[in-house]
C-alpha cells in the first residue's frame, strides 16, 4: 500500500504534478501539465546522487532555473516495499522519511508507492501499442468488473493485481507474491529446482524467476550436463546465448524459465480471479516477446487440469509501453488529493 505524506487539500486540482520512478540504476522524473497528461521523462543515474532527495532538488531546481512552474505534489514509485515513514531502498543505499524529504522540498504532497502497485494502477490507462498479446481470451471488463493479474520478473519477481472495490473504483494489491511456492513440472525444471534447493532451502517462485534465476538455472543445467563453467553467466549473457548465438544450454534455460511463468502466472490468475486478463511486466520480457509467445508459456499457462477451461478465456500480455509506472503514479497521487479535498 502508498505511504503519504501531505498538508491540506487547498491545492488538490493544481498542475503539474510530478512523477517519479526509481531503479536500481535510474531514476527518472516526469510531469503531469493535466489529467493523464504525461511529459517528456528526465533520467538521472542513482549512482550520482547521495540521496532520492538531492536527485529531486537537482530536478526541481532546474524548473525554476528554466521558468516552468515549480509541482507542489509528487508520487513516487519505488522498486521496495513502502510500509511507513521510513523507506530504506533494497538495490541501492538511499533511506529516507517521508515527511522529511516532503517538508525539505517544500511539497504539499508526497506519496510513495511500490513501483508494482504502480504499475497495476496503469493497467487500464496503457495504450493498445503499449501490449503484446502472448495469447488470445475473453477478458471480462463491463460489466462487472473483474480482477487484473501482473506478474514480472525482472531483479526479483513482481506480483500485483488490480481488484474491484464498491463504487466501481479499482484498488491496486501490495503484497509479496513473488515468494510464492514454485511447483516444477518438466525434468529441466526439477534438475533446476533441486540445485536451488540444495544451495538455497526453500525455493520460491523469485529465486528462478528473475534475471538471477536465469543464472541459477543455467548453472543447474550446465553441472547436470557435465559442461564446464569458467564463471557462472550473467543474465544477459544467457539470452543473448540463447536468441543471437544459439546456445543450446541457454536455449534450455530459457525453455524452463518461460515453462515456469507460464505456470506461475496461471496460479496467481486463479488466486485473484483475473477474468480480466493476466499482464506480464518487469524488465525481462519486453526484449523477448517473438521466444515468449514461441514458447510453452501457453500452454503451461492452461495446464491446470480441472481449471483449464476457465483459463483459456483469460487473455494474456506483456507490458511493453516505455515508463508503464508512470500513468499509475498519477492516478494514485490523484485519488490521494481527491480524498483530501473530500475530508477538508
Known sequence: MADTASTSATATASFPRL?????????????????????????????????????????????????QPVPRHAAIGLANPVTGDQVKLTNHNWSFSIEGMRRALGLQTLVALNDFTALAL?????????????????????????????????????????????GGQMVALAGEGGHMELMPATDDEWVAWRAAHRQLGRVSAERLLSGAGLSQIHAALAAETGTLLLAPL????????????????CQRTMTVFFGLLGSVAADIALVLGARGGVYLGGGILPRFV?????????????????????????????????????????RALAGRLDREAGNA
Open 234 to 249: 550473467q543474465p544477459e549473457q544467457v539470452t543473448d546465448g540463447a536468441f543471437q548465438r544459439n546456445d543450446p544450454l
Open 122 to 166: 496503469a493497467l487500464p490507462h496503457l495504450p493498445a501499442d503499449g501490449l503484446a498479446r502472448v495469447r488470445a481470451g475473453t477478458a471480462v471488463l463491463n460489466p462487472p468488473l473483474a480482477p487484473l493479474a501482473l506478474v514480472g520478473p525482472g531483479t526479483g519477481l513482481g506480483v500485483s493485481g488490480l481488484v474491484p472495490a464498491p
Open 19 to 67: 512523477l517519479g520512478d526509481v531503479g536500481g540504476t535510474n531514476v527518472r522524473f516526469a510531469l503531469e501539465s493535466a489529467p493523464m497528461q504525461i511529459g517528456p521523462v528526465t533520467a538521472l543515474k542513482v549512482a550520482d546522487f547521495p540521496s532520492l532527495e538531492a536527485a529531486l532538488r537537482q530536478f526541481l531546481d532546474g524548473l525554476t532555473a528554466t521558468g
Open 290 to 330: 517473438p521466444a515468449l509467445q514461441a514458447s510453452s508459456f501457453a500452454e503451461r499457462f492452461v495446464a491446470k487440469g480441472r481449471m483449464r477451461g476457465w483459463l483459456e478465456d483469460v487473455p494474456v500480455h506483456v507490458v511493453t509501453a516505455r515508463h508503464p509506472a508512470l500513468p499509475g503514479l498519477a
